[in-house]
């Protein structure tokens, strides 16, 4: 292992060497004091915008990254004491209405008209902020990590405005710097500006960005010069309170009506401008969505992101840290099964370098569970251009233990501890990444195979895409506060894909992927294997085309019921082989009239045949409602005692937005597997930034007899207030 880890380092280091250099460190943008005073209302009157300098002249990124956008944008730039000012103009290059979802926040980036911008406030290229609307007004804010992934689900206060005219549609925004975190005396920030119209079926970006990289990239941010540093933002201090009213009957146990008042409060408190201390006392997050179900013929876990917002600023450090299938932390099980009382969270940047984050929670008992603590302590040191080194501690403690009957403590219900240091690589352009893992837990009782070793690494250009990935997981290790599904294995994922680009005709790209998986048990004998060859086709209009070939063996290491419904299960050690076909459709974005498909047919497991369509039909009265209707049937033809099981899962979803401060979602799911249909909907007004009204109602039935099982009534108040 020693010998592996030396030669990737070695390997990384020699990439770095030879891909050091910004790309885009030549395009700026001086942004000056704003010369007069700005009201955010969409019309670009006042002075300052004609005294601002102008960012223009956009680089295409698709359909091509080879010439100037036709869809002409204009960016303006400001700021004052309190906030900084943005203005962008989006020419319309074709005729007719704009193109967009709804009015609800955060939409989807590939489906709606957007201006949309990127600031890297460290100068770091891994971490930052974005900002944007859709053509109509629907706002976009996220936090960035990973040097161009945006989780949407962080909030905050700022203003926006969008006003539409026959030849162009105008977004102005006013973004407080109290609403950000940036290194007090720098003079220098990564900005880069988005632009994607779907009837040109084009996007754009002022500094250029190669078409094989989002435009989030900040690899190819371009820089925002100030004149002067930005000001401090002074004393920053947010409480944010919410007052909640809850009613609900659990009617399978016959219970009575419940009634419930609840309140709490979070707290964010500015230690500097690049460091922040987030507190919360009795957290409630009843208004977050509900998780979209899934037909689950998997033998493991499934994974359900972060949602709550309270874990959200700087998440990336805590919950990004390993990989997808190795997380040592997972903040979903603070509070999956209990209460949470309360807790804190320091994270943020000490210097251009360095970043912390300190999180510590306490959850309360119940009949089940002890009460517990959760202390999560995290390091990041930047090196090279853009890429670092991370280390984590992970503590899940038990407070009263013992008062918990034994026959319900699970084997860590006392601590269970993780420790651990991970290289994370990327290129100055991007075309390089990859990550060196190294975990250990500490749980009573388990000695031994306890640790964790991953790797991979990845190139990544406008034809190729090769790359590896390789783990080991220890039958003892044990991630009691993460996500680790499955244990006391060996992975090799070697991938390798191409891209042709034909001169002309209605197809962009078109290109083959290999991609083969095996897993080995302790001793190194194949367990699993997952070996498909794949051909994606990409039209000019956006639409994909998507066929796939894939050959898949299993050896089971514990017994599994291949329905996850019968009961009955397989054997340990049942082997299995099967072949598959796969086709897959997503039609063009840019219709008010959506829909996809993936068809799926070949074997299963013992002999079996699994035959699956999973559909989505979409249809938008622009701008104010959005329809989705997905739909996924698997039918299971197994021998007996399974037999033929057909699996419905029908999920309609409606979004109605009034205005862009005015949403209601109404989420429907009927999954015949889980043996549950699901009513959920919630309302919410924003009536000032970044403070919300919600009503939330929630059904739950047995599908056969269709009985109610529970019934839920919320009403929730927040309000942000800060100085």
């Keep these: 292992m020693k010998l592996r880890i030396t030669l990737i380092f070695f390997c990384c280091m020699i990439i770095l060497r030879l891909d050091a250099q910004k790309s885009n460190a030549r395009y700026h943008y001086h942004i000056r004091p704003a010369t007069s005073p700005i009201t955010i209302d969409g019309i670009a009157d006042e002075q300052a915008w004609q005294d601002a300098a102008v960012a223009e002249n956009f680089c295409m990124v698709l359909p091509m990254d080879t010439s100037k ?22 020419y319309k290059p074709l005729a007719g209405p704009n193109m967009v979802e709804s009015l609800k926040r955060d939409f989807s980036f590939q489906k709606n008209d957007n201006f949309i911008f990127f600031m890297d406030t460290f100068n770091d290229q891994t971490s930052g902020y974005s900002f944007g609307s859709n053509a109509a007004g629907a706002e976009w804010d996220g936090t960035m990590y990973e040097g161009g992934k945006v989780d949407l689900n962080w909030t905050n206060k700022w203003v926006s405005a969008v006003k539409d005219y026959p030849d162009k549609y105008v977004f102005e925004a006013a973004i407080p710097f109290k609403s950000i975190r940036y290194k007090k005396g720098i003079s220098e920030w990564g900005i880069n500006f988005s632009r994607n119209d779907l009837k040109a079926t084009e996007k754009s970006s002022w500094a250029p960005v190669p078409r094989q990289f989002p435009t989030a990239s900040l690899a190819y941010t371009g820089t925002l010069i100030w004149d002067s540093p930005p000001p401090d933002p002074g004393s920053n201090i947010s409480i944010i309170p919410y007052a909640l009213t809850s009613i609900s009957k659990d009617y399978t146990d016959n219970k009575r009506v419940a009634v419930k008042a609840n309140a709490g409060v979070d707290a964010k408190i500015a230690l500097s401008s690049a460091l922040n201390l987030d507190v919360t006392v009795n957290p409630d997050f009843s208004q977050v969505d509900a998780d979209k179900q899934v037909i689950n013929l998997s033998r493991f876990e499934l994974f359900y992101p972060e949602t709550r917002q309270f874990f959200l600023e700087n998440g990336d450090q805590f ?10 932390f997972f903040s979903r099980t603070i509070g999956l099964k209990s209460n949470i009382i309360g807790g804190f969270r320091l994270s943020g940047k000490l210097d251009k370098n360095w970043r912390i984050g300190v999180m510590d929670m306490q959850t309360a008992s119940n009949d089940s569970l002890p009460a517990q603590n959760f202390t999560v302590i995290a390091l990041q040191r930047k090196v090279f251009a853009r890429s670092n080194i991370g280390f984590l501690f992970v503590n899940k403690q038990a407070f009263n233990y013992l008062d918990i009957p034994a026959s319900s403590q699970p084997d860590n219900s006392r601590y269970n501890a993780n420790m651990g240091v991970e290289f994370n690589l990327a290129s100055a352009s991007n075309a390089w990444t990859g990550k060196e893992l190294i975990l250990k837990s500490f749980t009573p009782g388990k000695n031994g195979h306890d640790f964790t070793d991953a790797g991979n690494l990845q190139f990544t250009n406008k034809y190729w895409t090769v790359g590896g990935e390789y783990e080991y997981v220890g039958g003892n290790y044990n991630a009691g506060a993460g996500y680790v599904p499955r244990h006391g294995y060996f992975k090799l994922n070697p991938v390798i894909a191409y891209l042709f680009f034909p001169a002309g005709g209605p197809v ?3 290109g083959p992927q290999l991609n083969l998986t095996d897993y080995y048990d302790g001793s190194f004998n194949p367990t699993d294997n997952r070996s498909f060859l794949s051909y994606l086709v990409t039209f000019r209009n956006r639409s994909t085309l998507t066929g796939l070939v894939e050959h898949d063996y299993v050896k089971l290491l514990s017994p599994f019921d291949p329905t996850n419904y019968v009961g009955h299960s397989l054997e340990t050690g049942n082997k299995s082989h099967w072949d598959n076909l796969e086709l897959s459709y997503f039609s063009v974005p840019q219709k008010v009239f959506t829909y ?20 989505d039909v979409g249809y938008r009265f622009q701008p104010f409602v959005n ?17 033929r099981n057909t699996f419905w899962l029908i999920g309609p979803k409606v979004d109605v937005t009034l205005t862009n401060k005015f949403f209601m979602t109404g989420y429907f799911q009927y999954n015949q597997q889980g043996r549950n249909f699901n009513i959920n909907t919630r309302l919410q ?39």
């Design 69 to 90: 956008a036709n869809a002409c944008t204009e960016v303006r730039m400001a700021y004052d004491g309190k906030n900084i000012y943005i203005l962008a103009i989006c």
């Design 319 to 328: 919950g990004n840290f390993g990989y997808s299938s190795i997380r040592p």
């Design 508 to 510: 962009l790209s078109h």
């Design 596 to 615: 996809d498909f993936t068809f799926d047919y070949g074997g299963y497991y013992d002999n079996g045949k699994k035959i699956s369509l999973a559909t």
């Design 627 to 643: 329809i989705q209707w997905s739909t996924t049937v698997s039918e299971l033809q197994l021998p007996a005692p399974w037999n």
């Design 685 to 723: 007004y924003r009536y000032r930034p970044a403070s919300d009204f919600f009503i939330v109602y929630t059904d739950n039935y047995l599908p056969r007899p269709f009985n109610v099982k529970t019934r839920m009534l919320v009403f929730k108040f927040t309000y942000w207030l800060n100085n």
